[in-house]
């Protein structure tokens, strides 16, 4: 375990339009089908689950859907097959979202706006934001006749239990990563507070809307209704809610020393439809002494990036002093035009004077660390333009040009480790990358990381080791003081084998038209270690993941289609004679 952060998926899948699926089981339903049930019900159209049923029976819809003779059997207590016990559960599934999803979209918007970060010095379980979101999923899980437990403020633990000795358990976490509010703004201007849902469209912009506030409500939800309509159960569910899984990723290993381990687990906290490896996670940490400018000219202070090893920002701006502050920005707005032209023209460069000071920013695209290709990174473009400026105009040498003749020497903008000569690939994970993420400055070194997506392929040891033998001998050439730290892990790979997995890979892949095969993920959640750990959502592989980036969303439709999807997939799993 330990493994800060994760994830987006970087799947091997491809989806198809709901449309074009064909329907392999008895269960499936056409969207058309699906929207024309919805369409047909309300939240005050339906009062429980077995009434929504008999309505459903008595409409056409029921028979274009197949799906009357499992309303009847269901209806009459008889025992149902396995197909028609899966139409029931996809009919379950409908039903919450129909029932619950209003509410469920309130309880979302109330834990967004619980602003669950790290605070430096003060631990997760002592932060008085996790003690109030502790207390907001107690009285949700009490109120829904659920059984809440707080261990120790580390872990939140809800249970559906069922007979017998198997569990079942659901990861999902209360924690988000740290926000730079000024970069909350959208094309047209449109400033967005990062923890309030603002509703722009479809889209419910706030932080934790994606990741992974968004998980503990679906599951919520979907317990809820089981434990109401008091559907047959073959195993006890636990939802483990995390509070450190973006940081030291410590109160699951915490939470598993006082208690056991469930035999299944799946994280609603990474891709549709199953994913069964995850990329190791590392940190390569350079220390930068702080030291006073040598030479002539003007002097960087400060610099800004990633607030958090897995989170590459949309901006990245460094201040300078300078005796001639209006020439200084000329001549850096020009090399920056210049710069960006050369390098794809996909990013801006811009040097501005504020009073003494001159600003030099680089806008790019935020993105998960693990998805580097999918965002532009403006600490990589701001440290290698400095680099490349220096000398052309005058800069006094400090502990920040350090780092960017560092960065511009050992990883440049490539994300693939190509440039330090590390590179590899796995033909089903796909490739180690190396993102340049946070920045970090404070009165004794200027620190800065490049984050690791590490696929299988490569020992943790081994790699470690060709990172640090090349990082050494740049260090001796260049005879620049600095430190590193470095942390390696294996990644995860699954053979997954059972009904459960099955049964997972059908719910997903038939609610959303996807392949019907299993995926990869580009970073490790917290199943890494646990038995039979897979990730079961709730982000879509053909969609941009916007969890840890700046403007942060989900589409209600989808937070409609995950509660839909994990409603159903909970009543089928339950259900299974074995797992």
């Given at each position: 375990m330990h493994f800060p952060l994760k994830k987006i998926v970087a799947a091997t899948l491809f989806a198809a339009s709901l449309s074009a699926v064909a329907t392999p089981a008895f269960a499936?339903?056409?969207?058309?089908?699906?929207?024309?049930?919805?369409?047909?019900?309300?939240?005050?159209?339906?009062?429980?689950?077995?009434?929504?049923l008999g309505t459903l029976a008595?409409?056409?819809?029921?028979?274009?859907?197949?799906?009357?003779?499992?309303?009847?059997?269901?209806?009459?207590?008889?025992?149902?097959s396995a197909d028609q016990e899966n139409e029931i559960n996809r009919l379950l599934g409908l039903y919450t979202r129909?029932?619950?999803?209003?509410?469920?979209?309130?309880?979302?918007?109330?834990?967004?706006?619980?602003?669950?970060f790290n605070v430096d010095g003060v631990p997760q379980y002592k932060n008085p934001e996790f003690l109030k979101i502790a207390g907001k999923i107690q009285d949700l899980a009490q109120s829904f006749n659920l059984?809440?437990?707080?261990?120790?403020?580390r872990v939140y633990e809800i249970s559906l239990e069922g007979p017998g000795d198997e569990v079942v358990g659901i990861h999902a976490h209360a924690d988000v990563v740290p926000v730079t509010p000024e970069n909350w703004v959208l094309k047209d201007g449109t400033r967005l507070d990062p923890f309030k849902v603002t509703l722009i469209g479809d889209r419910m912009y706030g932080r934790g809307t994606e990741d992974d506030k968004n998980g503990i409500v679906v599951a919520l939800y979907a317990m809820?209704?089981?434990?109401?309509?008091?559907l047959p159960l073959a195993r006890t569910f636990k939802l483990l809610v995390d509070t450190t899984e973006e940081t030291s990723g410590d109160a699951i290993p915490y939470y598993f020393e006082h208690n056991p381990t469930p035999q299944y687990n799946l994280a609603l906290d990474g891709g549709y439809p199953v994913v069964i490896a995850e990329k190791g996670y590392g940190t390569v940490m350079a220390s930068f002494p702080v030291r006073k400018g040598e030479g002539k000219g003007a002097e960087i202070i400060s610099m800004t990036g990633g607030m958090a090893t897995n989170q590459i920002p949309s901006v990245s701006v460094a201040t300078l002093v300078s005796?001639?502050?209006?020439?200084?920005?000329?001549?850096?707005?020009?090399?920056?035009?210049?710069?960006?032209?050369?390098?794809?023209?996909?990013?801006?460069?811009?040097?501005?004077?504020?009073?003494?000071?001159?600003?030099?920013?680089?806008?790019?695209?935020?993105?998960h660390s693990s998805e580097p290709q999918a965002g532009v990174n403006p600490v990589a473009r701001m440290l290698e333009l400095i680099h490349s400026v220096d000398g052309k105009i005058a800069l006094k040498h400090n502990h920040i040009t350090d780092a960017a003749r560092y960065a511009s020497d050992n990883w440049g903008l490539d994300y693939l480790g190509g440039k330090l000569g590390v590179g590899f690939a796995d033909e089903f994970m796909g490739p180690?990358?190396?993102?340049?993420?946070?920045?970090?400055?404070?009165?004794?070194?200027?620190?800065?990381?490049?984050?690791?997506?590490?696929?299988k392929g490569k020992s943790p040891e081994t790699l470690k080791a060709q990172i640090a033998d090349k990082l050494s001998a740049w260090d001796k050439t260049s005879k620049i003081n600095v430190g590193f730290t470095y942390s390696v892990a294996a990644p995860m790979y699954r053979n997954p084998e059972g009904e459960w997995v099955k049964a997972l890979l059908a719910v997903a892949t038939e609610n959303l038209g996807m392949e019907h095969t299993f995926g990869t993920s580009a970073g490790a959640t917290s199943v890494h270690e646990l038995p039979n750990g897979v990730q079961f959502g709730l982000a879509r592989p053909e969609v941009k993941y916007t969890g840890h980036t700046d403007g942060e969303f989900k589409t209600v439709d989808q937070f409609l289609l995950d509660l839909q999807i994990v409603t159903e997939m909970m009543g089928r799993v339950g259900q299974l004679p074995k797992l």
């Open positions: 499936n339903l056409t969207e058309q089908q699906n929207a024309a049930i919805l369409k047909s019900f309300s939240e005050t159209s339906v009062t429980d689950f077995r009434g929504f008595k409409d056409d819809l029921a028979k274009t859907a197949d799906a009357g003779p499992a309303i009847s059997a269901f209806l009459d207590n008889k025992t149902l129909i029932k619950y999803g209003k509410a469920a979209l309130e309880t979302l918007r109330e834990l967004v706006e619980i602003p669950t059984n809440f437990r707080n261990i120790d403020n809820k209704v089981i434990k109401e309509e008091k005796d001639t502050p209006v020439e200084l920005a000329a001549s850096l707005q020009k090399a920056g035009a210049d710069y960006a032209k050369a390098n794809g023209g996909d990013f801006e460069v811009t040097a501005t004077v504020v009073g003494k000071d001159v600003k030099l920013t680089v806008t790019g695209v935020s993105a180690l990358t190396t993102s340049l993420t946070f920045v970090g400055l404070d009165d004794k070194a200027f620190k800065l990381a490049v984050n690791l997506r590490i696929p």
